[in-house]
């Protein structure tokens, strides 16, 4: 079956450092997002990274602090940058795509990156 | 954003059916109603959706009321593997993209 992964799986860094956190997926996809799900919290969107140009923020979300890259249907990052304890969360990517694997109607998740910022 | 209404919990028995409901008011004509769910310590996952009409999968059911103001999330024989917290989302598209917009869900205890 498909698959979608992170890395890394889990990180403790130290504030005012910054944490680029990868997105693979085994086939090609047309969507890629990126959440955020603070502790106890339910998920938000942050942004929609695009192939090629860039990534779409939501409400809240700038560039600046997440910066997201694209540079093909199979891979993304998301940098958390000058990290405070606030940005202690998981972070979590998601796709769609129009194959069997990856249908359009449908967002399928990675299992999350938790980060813990001291 | 759509807003969707969950209770915070419930809980059920083990291989009895449950019943999650979702009340969504302000839904509008092109809104897919989802449900997704998240074990511990996973990504969500998703379990079923549906526009107007009723659906049947191999995970679960969704019943959705005339009007679309509410829908039920049927579990028809829930096992210890389906404690999860379940989210009802509306998803719209907006400029050419779906958006799931989460809210906070309902936490689904099953007892043994």
């Known amino acids: 079956s498909a698959v979608i992964s992170q890395k890394p799986s889990r990180d403790i860094c130290q504030r005012g450092t910054s944490l680029t956190i990868q997105c693979q997926v085994d086939?090609?996809?047309?969507?890629m997002f990126w959440y955020r799900q603070q502790p106890g919290q339910s998920l938000t969107l942050i942004a929609t990274a695009n192939q090629g140009s860039e990534a779409t923020y939501e409400s809240g979300f700038v560039i600046d602090k997440f910066p997201i890259s694209r540079p093909n249907l199979t891979f993304s990052t998301l940098t958390v940058s000058n990290m405070s304890p606030e940005d202690s969360s998981i972070y979590l990517c998601?796709?769609?795509?129009?194959?069997?694997?990856?249908?359009?109607?449908?967002?399928?998740f990675g299992p999350g990156t938790r980060l813990t910022v001291l | 954003d759509a807003k969707t209404t969950q209770p915070n919990s419930m809980e059920s028995n083990e291989e009895e059916p449950v019943h999650l409901p979702c009340n969504h008011s302000?839904?509008?004509?092109?809104?897919?109603i989802h449900w997704y769910r998240q074990l511990p310590s996973q990504g969500p996952e998703y379990v079923i959706h549906g526009l107007t009409s009723n659906v049947n999968n191999r995970m679960a059911s969704l019943a959705i009321a005339e009007d679309r103001k509410s829908s039920t999330l049927i579990l028809h024989r829930a096992t210890l593997r389906d404690a999860a917290v379940y989210y009802c989302?509306?998803?719209?598209?907006?400029?050419?993209?779906?958006?799931?917009?989460f809210g906070q869900g309902t936490r689904l205890t099953i007892n043994p």
């Open positions: 998601s796709v769609t795509g129009t194959s069997s694997t990856f249908a359009t109607d449908t967002q399928y």
């Open positions: 989302i509306l998803r719209r598209l907006i400029q050419g993209a779906q958006k799931l917009v």
């Open positions: 302000t839904i509008s004509g092109t809104d897919y």
């Open positions: 086939s090609q996809v047309t969507m």
